[in-house]
């Protein structure tokens, strides 16, 4: 996975490729599924919802440029996958999700694959974690309409946001830096999500 779907693409960043082999990815995707655990693609983990293609989930890392001291918000827990590289990466994770039973689910993945230190909330990630806020960086695994203004605002000076924005079937993942001047954007690939739903996203 890592030489031919990672480095055999565009991905650099040596402690991101090191985070993407050491994850167990096998462990965040349901049983029936395993042996397609490192595929190039989606998978479904239930409730329509899917764990992102590891390519995606390494630019999205990599995007963020993480150094290892921060705080990061990660929303659209899933199956965790994507909150347990950023665990690699950084120094205190934060990941919501809105439908019960994966949050759950979850929660028994970090504790199976040794990422207890992962904190699961429950809610419309949409509105960010104001109670948790500042963060160094946050990840979106799902689609939003538009930048999702709450969060760019939970965001620290300089601190970057990974969110695919556009409609409900394509978007890009626009990666931006909060500055005096207002969101920057970095960086922007074709992608494609399932849609963020809450306040600041699709409504159903
Ligand atoms: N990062 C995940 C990808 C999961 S797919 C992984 O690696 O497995 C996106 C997830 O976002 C879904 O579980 C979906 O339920 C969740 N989601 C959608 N809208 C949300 C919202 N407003 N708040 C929190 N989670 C949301």
Redo the contacts with the bound molecule.
Sequence with gaps: MVEEQLRGRDIVDERVLAAMERVPREL?VPEGERHRAYADA?LP?G??????QPYM?ARIAEALGLSGGEKVL????????????LAELADEVH?????PE?AEQ?RKNFAAAGYDRVQVHL?????GLPEEAPFGAI?V??AAPGLPELLYEQLEPRGRLAVPVGGRWGQRLEVIVRSPEGPAVVHSVPCR?????????FRK
Aim: aromatic letters at 6%; zero cysteines; proline letters at 2%.
């Design positions: 965040f989606a983990i409730h329509g919802q899917t764990i992102s989930v990660d929303v659209g827990t899933g199956s965790g996958y994507q909150a347990a590289v990941t919501i999700e809105r439908i994966l979850a809610g419309d990630g949409s509105l990840a695994a799902a999500f399932v849609p963020l739903v809450g306040e600041q996203g």
